[in-house]
């Protein structure tokens, strides 16, 4: 049985001030899967999220999710595509003026829902990623891996089809880096839910994909399964894979 | 000059998108009100301290101006026009610009590099209804509202001095004062408080939302900012002051 296809880039081309950063990405996602981007730094692959998300409009090609050109769509008609998508960003992005409870409630507190609502909802998301006892805390008083797992609880609460993670693991410590690929991969596991997940740190790319997709200078070189990319006699992956271990 | 144009086209279509914003739902009246709050009352004490001070230099400048000429009497009216006339929306709003709108600069430029203005987008909250427009409003309205108790504060002050200082009585002072305040001065004084914050509200968020390059770039819009809103304020005072000339003439 042929897989569902929820999210498609073909032939995407982005430019920021004059520089080509993509260059006729094609990336397709399949649901429940987990998809990695790698990269090293200025490759372009946060900009690919950021197309995803419509935060940048791209210069050439076409951009599907979930079946839906979106390619054209302005800022209204993004707010809709957006309700079906998670995004956990570099460091968490939380609202520093609110606590975690309006952090993760934000959404339902814009969207009108009843306290007692918001309340249940929230802890159960946060339950999921281990921190309820945090709900009333502010994001200055948690640490760099919680911060990221309430951003998680934050992507979870309206029940999206796929999250996008970036750089989830960067900065953290092993053990915390560790637990965050664990709940990443629970989330596919127990929930379906399908994530393209963008980093340049190979040990926890290769625990988080089922897929690898490898971006250098706005073009993929490589993609396939975590095996084959270990195989790959490209030069700059061989190079990427040996410097990693070098380290 | 490229660069100049390329500035006033994004901050022309800035204030057009608030204007838009400003007239259709969803508005965010709690967060007016937390602005009003936080920019607005939290900038009473600089406020009321600004007043006191310049009642007070302006008291002495009067007396020595006057007092060669035995015209003491002249003293409350001439505070009183020049305050509200012109050193109590000018100053006022220059201070007030110094708090205000460096800290709506640092705070959206902030929250721009850490990725927080992307992350309310993906959470379906436009940040210009959210966040933007509460602080271009929250200052455009009570900007008047400090100046003219910037005003008041500062008459009080000019009061003490004067009594003390010059002998004069508390009647006199007082009747001169309301003599001296024409309809006119009240319009001049208000208008000119009202451009000003809007002035403060709208660079002040356009920079914190131009800002680029981490936190060294929030620093860097901030100055920038300061700067920007205390030259367009003194711009835009003579160009009013001009106007409100050509109206008294």
């Known amino acids: 049985m042929s897989r569902q296809i929820i999210i498609e880039m073909r032939d995407v ?6 520089r080509e950063v993509l260059k006729g990405v094609n990336l397709r996602l399949y649901e429940g899967e987990n998809l990695v981007i790698l990269g090293g730094s200025g490759s372009g692959k946060s900009t690919i999220l950021r197309l995803l998300l419509g935060l940048e409009k791209c210069s050439r090609g076409r951009i599907y999710i979930f079946g839906k050109d979106v390619t054209d769509l302005n800022e209204d008609g993004w707010f809709e595509v957006r309700r079906k998508i998670g995004m956990v960003f570099q460091e968490g992005a939380l609202f520093d003026y609110m606590s975690v409870r309006e952090n993760v409630g934000f959404r339902l507190y814009e969207e ?31 640490s760099g891996g919680m911060k990221r797992r309430v951003a998680i ?21 092993p053990i915390t880096a560790r637990t965050i690929v664990r709940h990443i991969n629970m989330l596919k596991e127990q929930y379906r839910v399908a994530s393209i997940i963008v980093t340049h740190e190979l040990e926890y790319a290769f625990s988080l994909a089922d897929r690898l997709m490898m971006l250098k200078d706005g073009k993929f070189i490589f993609e396939g399964s975590v095996e084959d990319f270990k195989r790959s006699r490209d030069p700059y992956i061989v190079k990427f894979l040996g410097r990693e271990e070098m380290v | ?20 914003r400003t007239f259709s739902k969803p508005f965010y009246w709690r967060d007016l009100l937390f602005e009003m709050d936080s920019l607005g009352f939290a900038s009473l004490p600089i406020t009321i301290l600004t007043g006191i001070f310049l009642g007070l230099v302006l008291t002495l400048q009067a007396a020595i101006g ?20 012109e050193i109590g929306p000018v100053v006022g709003s220059l201070m007030i610009a110094g708090r205000v709108g460096s800290g709506i600069t640092s705070q959206i430029g902030s929250m721009k590099v850490t990725y927080q203005l992307d992350a309310m987008r993906v959470l379906g909250t436009d940040p210009l209804r959210k966040l933007i427009l509460p602080k271009f409003l929250a200052i455009t309205i009570m900007l008047p509202l400090l100046i003219i ?9 000019a009061y003490f001095l004067a009594s003390v200082n010059l002998n ?50 929030v620093g860097r819009a901030t100055t920038t900012s300061v700067i920007v809103i205390f030259i367009s304020i ?16």
Not at chain 1, 155 to 172: H, K, M, R, S
Not at chain 2, 66 to 85: D, E, F, Q
Not at chain 2, 234 to 249: N, P, Q, R, V
């Open chain 1, 153 to 173: 609880a934050r992507a979870l609460v309206g029940e999206p089809g796929v999250i996008f993670y970036d750089e989830p693991t960067t900065g953290l410590d």
């Open chain 2, 149 to 157: 108790l910037l005003c008041f504060s500062g008459l009080v002050s």
């Open chain 2, 66 to 85: 006057v007092h060669k000429i035995g015209a003491v009497s002249l003293v409350p009216r001439a505070i009183t026009i020049s305050l509200i006339r």
């Open chain 2, 1 to 20: 000059m490229y660069l100049l144009l390329f500035h006033i086209q994004n901050i022309t279509i800035l204030f057009w998108q608030l204007l838009r």
């Open chain 2, 234 to 249: 003194l711009a835009a005072d003579f160009i009013l002051t001009k106007i409100f000339y050509e109206i008294l003439k």
């Open chain 2, 168 to 217: 004069i009585g508390a009647v006199f002072f007082w009747n001169e004062v309301l003599r001296g305040i024409k309809f006119l001065d009240l319009i001049n004084n208000i208008t000119k408080s009202l451009v000003f914050g809007g002035i403060i509200g709208l660079f002040g968020n356009y920079f914190g939302l131009e800002v680029e390059g981490g936190t060294e770039g």
């Open chain 1, 13 to 18: 081309w982005f430019s920021y001030r004059e």
């Open chain 1, 112 to 142: 009108g829902y009843k306290e007692e609502n918001i309340d249940r909802i929230v802890r159960e998301k946060l339950r999921i990623v281990g921190l309820e006892s945090v709900i009333d805390a502010m994001p200055g008083d948690l």
